[in-house]
């Protein structure tokens, strides 16, 4: 359980853990600039584990969170026996760098490349 202002991850820390929020909901922050929200049944904290790079945003409950923590080496294990996990994450992968590619897009000015 987490408290509304709480760090769920830290940026910079190992990745051994991946997280599933339960109740509530998170924000998530690189280096300082908000970047995106964590809704309830939102996994979370998996990009570090697949990468073996150290977590690349921090993760604040903006409300009293109740979050699912598993282990790296079960969540693994977890994907490959249970395809529909894996779908899902996926899914949720490919809806973020749909949006991160949207702001992009909007961000360039006409005639940049």
Avoid: W
Avoid at 87 to 98: F, K, N, T, V, Y
């Amino acid at each position: 359980h987490f408290a509304a202002g709480e760090e769920l991850i830290h940026q910079g820390d190992e990745a051994d853990h991946v997280f599933i929020i339960i109740e509530g909901h998170a924000e998530a922050y690189v280096d300082g600039q908000r970047v995106g929200d964590v809704q309830k049944d939102e996994i979370f904290g998996a990009m570090a584990v697949f990468t073996r790079e150290k977590r690349s945003a921090t993760v604040i409950a903006s409300e009293p969170c109740t979050v699912m923590v598993i282990p790296k080496e079960q969540f693994l294990s977890l994907m490959q026996s249970n395809p529909r996990i894996a779908h899902s994450l996926i899914e949720s992968m490919a809806r973020r760098i749909d949006l991160l590619n949207k702001e992009i897009t909007q961000l360039r000015q006409p005639g940049e490349s």
